[in-house]
């Protein structure tokens, strides 16, 4: 079992900037940010393998969102940049445990987080 704690969410203006971060109690193939608005389903916002490269973004992001990991903290982050009010939502952390083509939906992934708030403000 992994367990995932996110931090770093807050309340910030249009156009600012948060680093969310996950701790996890293991190391995993990849981690992930998905992101659910009110109302809305899950979504995905980005990816990374162990090895940190290659990471994956959603379109909505790309360029405005940077995902990283430190392994020996076990510790994936997520910048978040240029924030526009339709980036709020809770942010969750997921880990999964391997590949199966698909880094866009959520049931590829084994361990989620708690979530933590992100509001942007206009």
């Known amino acids: 079992q992994v367990q995932l704690v996110e931090s770093g969410g807050g309340l910030v203006q249009a156009g600012g900037s948060l680093r969310l971060s996950c701790a996890s109690s293991?190391?995993?193939?990849?981690m992930g940010w998905f992101r659910q608005a009110p109302g809305k389903e899950r979504e995905f916002v980005a990816a990374i393998t162990l090895s940190g490269g290659n990471p994956v973004y959603a379109d909505s992001v790309k360029g405005r969102f940077t995902i990283s990991r430190d392994n020996a903290k076990n510790t994936v982050y997520l910048q978040v940049n240029s924030l526009k009010p339709e980036d709020t939502a809770v942010y969750y952390c997921a880990a999964r445990l391997g590949w199966d083509g698909n880094w866009y939906s959520s049931t590829g992934y084994n361990y989620w987080g708690q979530g933590t708030q992100v509001t942007v403000s206009s």
């Open positions: 293991g190391r995993t193939f990849a």
